[in-house]
């Protein structure tokens, strides 16, 4: 068994809407039955108990041991915590390999435990051992160091349930929530409204306490110290018990309350001084300690704290006890769980001394003991829900606090004997207030019930019916992408909109190009959905990123299938058929928008119509057959077509006709050229979908230009000496087939071509190329690329040639090694009233070529 290759699917992809990683395992014979492996089940039982869950159902499929790594993969992700459940292991044509895809929550995770399960495998193989505790435990610590912590996670909850796309930036808590000009971010619970101002001042414990003075909002008396004996005196002058912690600190680090000895302060003031160098002495507030969450000017929880304890039981030491409470598995280290784990610090044992206890004390049952004389999470204390008894005075206090300070998210920290009774009727106090505020207590509280807080947030953050979106576009098939992608982002740009488009050549936004080469894939996509400065966003699609990383995004509003070809890299990635082709493809019509997204198909391609059964959206059929059975349909459905009248293109739905003369189209040259016919039917469509005005989109059709500045390599016509020469970068037999029907409808004297073929193609789509032509052209100049994709010197023009062996029309063929070279050949000779093709490679030096020879030749 080997592992051939893996990789990473990070968005919607052929298998699921799963991120999710894909291997292709190899075997030595063409099956491996489990049953063919001696003691392998008992051995792979005896390594991984949990697999059992799974496992019986593979027993005898052919599948078995790829199906057990599948199993595994996912089991060893699952006994961690991951949220997985997705798995599928296919057999591949050879019937020696499979491919297995798994789900992941966490990509690092994933990779480890798919890892892990190849390993397991081997070593039931084998008779090997494999440690699985040490798998599990190296898994967890992974887990628990990148995935979102509880509050932050719980704000991407709440995103996701109101429909709202969101991507961590960082393998911290950054993270953004919606695409291009409608996307938010937060770090941690700080949104990008947060006032880096307001969050200075409250970092500075003792600036906070002088404003919130000011507005008359009760606060401990207290001041900086600089030393232990400074501490001291401070706190005598005070009166004690006092409180010391570090003047900017967070998270309870460094703060010892209730201090009533010398020892205690100065001790106290030492530990403080490790977090921060300033550190403040001030009053003791007695009572409970309470949190409240203010968000944008509203209460929406609160909760009671409580110090982290132990109840005796008459048996165990104190360190026992502790060691008890720590296996709940609630509780873990840091802030990534609900709880935080216990540690006896020197603070703890200093508390216990007090109370006359020690780490090896025996607690009495049911006696209580208090460990810490601070209730922080952070530090193992727990948390009860009062938001429903909190008085409104308090409501109102907690709401001052924080326009005060300028924070439109907090956690403000008070102590009082009661939370139903006004601060001023007790001795109660706003002790601190927080920045970025952890939700653990809110989310689930040790008693009570939990409340909405990372809802609220979202809710701040996004009006509702809000969800962050901008309209998005995808653009896939064989042909026509490029220049269906660059209409409709023609369209939306007259629709008033700052566009971000990505295609084959480049990526573009608002008009600008911000990147160069071939931008099709899903790394572009996610670029342009990035770019706050875009309000829609049209992506070419193409099926190499698909098949490698999936989809740049989770869903679209609008997919466009243009065609599906015959030889479009057929032979690579394992796809080796049109239809397996159309499979790849589909996966952008599975995640349009539900209900209220478009699917735009193409009726006269069998392949792209199949597709319409598995669009969760509404489609929208085009043909250039106005008789084409699946328009007929649709249009007694009173569902939107798009259809070829004479000369006329027809947009047609209930209630609804638009009609548009392909002499006001340029780009279809008065209709000459019927792919460009296609691709504007697909533009109308996707305009329709988006809901752009009918003005606008006829407007976008007659002002669209189609030249080598604004497509370049689509069909580029220029005037050389009054003869036609036309530049065009189709690559596949139906590309060429397209250029052969507009050629075609060209009138020339005769007919010339320049081209070469990609050597990563079949060897059969390379000479169907010179096939085709061969019947249609007067001259042929072959050249060889520069780049021969892992052909030999010569191969592709040796096919090629071959390709021409029964051509009915060409009468001269010959050979240039170097494209500039053979363009050059074809225009030496070339006469008023002919047509020159070249079939460009480098399209932009090709074109920059072509555009000197051209300049030249009206110079002389």
């Known amino acids: 068994m080997k592992l051939i290759q893996s990789r990473v699917l990070r968005g919607p992809n052929l298998w699921s809407k799963h991120p999710s990683i894909e291997a292709l395992l190899s075997f030595d014979k063409d099956t491996c039955l489990i049953e063919d492996i001696p003691e392998f089940e008992s051995r792979l039982r005896e390594r991984f108990p949990e697999i059992a869950l799974r496992y019986p159902a593979c027993k005898h499929d052919v599948r078995a041991i790829a199906q057990v790594l599948e199993f595994a993969a996912l089991g060893l992700q699952t006994q961690i915590g991951c949220p997985v459940t997705f798995g599928q292991t296919i057999s591949m044509p050879d019937k020696a390999s499979y491919r297995i895809i798994v789900e992941y929550s966490e990509e690092a995770v994933g990779q480890l435990a798919f890892q892990y399960a190849y390993d397991l495998c081997i ?28 509050s932050t996670g719980a704000i991407v909850k709440a995103a996701i349930a109101r429909g709202i796309p969101y991507r961590r930036l960082t393998n911290g808590s950054l993270v953004q929530f919606g695409w291009g000009s409608k996307q938010r971010r937060i770090q941690a619970t700080e949104s990008d409204a947060t006032n880096a101002i307001a969050e200075s001042i409250v970092q500075d414990k003792q600036l906070t306490k002088l404003l919130l003075q000011a507005a008359g909002i009760p606060v401990p008396l207290g001041r900086c110290v600089i030393n232990t004996d400074d ?147 952070s530090t193992g204390g727990t948390a009860t829900d009062v938001t429903d008894d909190v008085h409104p005075e308090i409501f109102a206090t907690a709401v001052a606090t924080a326009k005060m300070t300028g924070l439109d998210i907090c956690g403000i920290d008070i102590i009082c004997d009661s939370i139903r009774v006004p601060l001023e009727e007790q001795r109660g106090a706003i002790i601190e207030v927080n920045a970025a505020p952890g939700l653990r207590m809110h989310l689930q509280p040790s008693f009570g019930r939990g409340r909405a807080v990372g809802e609220s947030i979202i809710d701040y953050m996004f009006t509702p019916g809000e969800n962050g979106r901008i309209p998005v576009v995808a653009v896939t098939g064989t042909n026509g992408k490029t220049t269906t992608v660059r209409l409709i982002t023609h369209m ?89 082709v159309a499979l790849v493809k589909r996966a952008v019509i599975e995640n349009v928008t539900p209900q ?66 392909l002499s006001e189209i340029p780009l279809t040259k008065n209709g000459l050229i019927r792919f460009q016919i296609q691709n504007a039917m697909a533009a109308i469509a996707a305009g329709w979908a988006l809901g752009i005005d009918w003005t606008t989109i006829r407007a976008g059709l007659a002002n669209f230009v189609s030249d080598a500045q604004t497509v370049p390599g689509r069909f580029n016509f220029f005037d050389y000496r009054n003869a036609t020469l036309i530049a065009d970068y189709g690559h596949n037999p139906d590309a060429i087939e397209a250029l052969v029907d507009a050629i075609d409808n060209l009138p020339a004297k005769k007919r010339i071509i320049v081209l070469s073929a990609a050597g990563d193609r079949r060897n059969e789509d390379i000479r169907l190329q010179t096939q085709i032509l061969g019947d249609v052209f007067d001259e042929i100049v072959l050249y060889q690329d520069q780049c021969q994709r892992g052909r030999s010197d010569g191969e592709v023009l040796g096919l090629l040639r071959e390709g021409l062996e029964h051509a009915k029309r060409v009468s001269k063929v010959r050979e240039i090694h170097g494209e500039f070279k053979a363009i050059d050949t074809a225009l030496t000779n070339l006469q008023a009233g002919e047509l020159c093709l070249i079939l460009v490679d480098q399209v932009e030096q090709s074109l920059n070529h072509i555009r000197e020879r051209v300049a030249a030749a009206i110079g002389n």
């Open 231 to 377: 501490a001291w005196i401070t706190a005598c002058e005070i009166g004690l018990p006092v409180v010391i912690k570090p003047k900017d600190g967070n998270h309870g680090r460094g703060v010892a309350v209730n201090l009533m000895t010398e020892q205690q302060v100065k001790l106290a003031f030492s530990l403080a001084a490790t977090v921060e160098d300033e550190v403040i002495v001030e009053q003791y507030i007695g009572g409970s300690d309470y949190r409240l969450l203010v968000v944008n000017g509203k209460v929406i929880a609160a909760a009671r704290r409580d110090p982290p304890q132990v109840i005796g039981n008459g048996i165990h030491t104190i360190n026992q006890l502790v060691e008890q409470i720590n296996r709940d598995p609630l509780r873990s280290e840091g802030h990534t769980n609900l709880l935080s784990k216990v540690h006896l610090d020197q603070i703890s044992l200093d508390y216990l001394a007090t109370q006359d206890y020690s780490a090896e004390s025996v607690p009495s049952k049911g006696v209580r003991v208090i460990l810490r004389n601070n209730a922080n999470l």
């Open 123 to 150: 070593a039931a193989i084998k008779n090997l051992p494999f440690g699985l505790n040490h798998a599990l435990q190296r898994m967890r610590t992974l887990y628990e160091d990148i995935r979102l912590g509880p």
């Open 596 to 661: 209220k997204g478009f699917a735009i198909l193409n009726a006269d391609d069998p392949l792209v119509v199949k597709m319409a059964d598995h669009c969760p959206g509404s489609v929208i059929y085009f043909t250039q057959n106005n008789r084409n059975p699946v328009i007929l349909t649709h249009r007694i459905q009173q569902q939107r077509v798009i259809y070829l009248d004479n000369k006329t293109i027809v947009a047609s739905g209930a209630d609804i006709e638009q009609r548009f003369a």
């Open 492 to 580: 939306l740009t007259l629709n008033g909109m700052r566009v971000g488009m990505t295609c084959t050549d480049g990526i573009f936004v608002d008009g600008d190009c911000i990147d160069t080469g071939d931008c099709s894939g899903p790394k572009s996509a996610k670029n342009v959905l990035f770019h706050p400065g875009v309000d829609a966003a049209v992506l070419e699609t193409a099926r190499g990123g698909l098949l490698r990383e999936g989809l740049g995004f989770d869903r679209c509003d609008v997919a466009v299938v243009t065609n599906v070809g015959r030889g479009d890299h057929l032979g690579l990635a394992h796809i080796n058929t049109s239809e397996e």
